[in-house]
């Protein structure tokens, strides 16, 4: 069986999306699935709670094998893991984790045979993402072969094409929501009137939902006008070169939008270097530790921060009521909450955000 399944998984590789993927907003498919706001509800409740011990007894640790893009700056990735692990700990569930971190970047390749790998492994939970149709087309694989149970992060809006076979759990924080948060900021502080710039990620899901929907918003609410956008490396370096670009050629902006914590930094190391600083706003996206400091610092001007460790526990209890035969009390999308944080935020707001943001994955310093 083990071959087979093997065999299955390597030579799937004609498939293909017909149609580019198609995902439903987080609202729409409450909407459409009214009986999921209950569920979601009383889960997001189980969340914000101590945990509470598994009387379940297991046969075998359970096999959990992860492939995060968690080779950038951005510490999203490792809290996850640091928060799931711990509160799985807490729960009283034996497991097995496999965890390996990739570039955000990296080849469709290298993330097949590490997906192949899992499926040796015989994961009892695949923990992986979704940002490109390369990614769709490993996942569809993984639904289409139904021996391991897919966790997908940092994904809140379901995809259409697999309503049939869904993954067992979306979960993470939805970006449609944070970006508008930040467009709503933007347009109080510059009056609705200006230029500004945007730094996307590289061409995919994040651009698309972080990016696009930030640009909707402002344009049809707003006078504000985007003079020039750059898809990146999905790096600091790329978001540093874009940035140069954009206030080499449009001196007037008043803030350059940044879709992620890399991006934010590079773009802050553009303002630095043009002497802008308190010319030119930007924002991180994410509130990790290093916009955090950035913050504090008076240069970064405003994050959307998740509770970041919420997504991790989310993993932990969605895995304790599979394994007690309760899967049916799991949503499927977990999204966890925000805060806008501003470099007006006090020490003991910040505080009490981080208490809560990073109680399994442990609190950032309080100074830069």
Not at 25 to 47: G, N, T
Not at 213 to 242: C, G, N, P, W
Request: net charge positive; charged share 20%; glycine share 6%.
């Amino acid at each position: 069986m083990k071959s087979i399944l093997c065999s299955f998984f390597l030579i799937y590789s004609s498939f293909l999306l017909a149609n580019p993927i198609t995902f439903t907003p987080l609202s729409a498919y409450l909407q459409q699935h009214p009986e999921q706001r209950f569920i979601s509800q009383k889960f997001a409740s189980v969340v914000t709670s101590p945990g509470q011990k598994s009387q379940i007894a297991q046969s075998r640790p359970l096999r959990i094998f992860v492939v995060y893009p968690g080779k950038q700056i951005s510490d999203y990735w490792r809290r996850s893991i640091a928060s799931f692990t711990a509160r799985l700990d807490e729960l009283n569930i034996q497991y097995e984790i496999k965890t390996h971190y990739t570039r955000p970047s990296m080849a469709q390749e290298q993330q097949e045979r590490l997906l192949n790998k899992a499926t040796r492994y015989r994961a009892d939970y695949i923990i992986f993402t979704l940002d490109t149709i390369k990614h769709s087309e490993l996942i569809s694989r993984i639904l289409k072969v139904g021996m391991s149970k897919l966790i997908l992060q940092n994904i809140t809006t379901p995809v259409l094409q697999w309503q049939d076979t869904p993954p067992f759990l979306y979960v993470g924080f939805d970006h449609v929501k944070g970006s508008q948060t930040l467009s709503h900021y933007f347009k109080e502080k510059t009056h609705k009137q200006g230029e500004y710039g945007v730094v996307l990620w590289s061409p995919g899901v994040i651009s698309e939902t972080r990016g696009q929907s930030f640009i909707d918003d402002i344009e049809h609410s707003s006078s504000l006008k985007m003079v020039q956008s750059y898809y990146t490396q999905a790096s600091r370096q790329s978001a540093y070169r874009s940035a140069m670009n954009i206030l080499k050629q449009n001196p007037k902006v008043k803030f350059i939008y940044a879709c992620a914590t890399d991006l934010a930094l590079g773009v802050l190391d553009a303002i630095r270097e043009k002497g802008l600083t308190h010319q030119v706003m930007v924002n991180g996206w994410g509130g990790g530790e290093k916009e955090l400091a950035a913050l504090q610092q008076g240069e970064l001007d405003v994050t959307i921060m998740r509770m970041n460790d919420d997504n991790g526990v989310a993993m932990a209890e969605a895995i304790k009521l599979d394994l007690a035969g309760k899967s049916a009390m799991v949503p499927q999308v977990y999204s966890g909450d925000f805060a806008l944080v501003t470099k007006e935020t006090s020490q003991k707001e910040l505080a009490h955000l981080k208490a809560i943001a990073f109680r399994y994955s442990g609190l950032p310093s309080s100074t830069p």
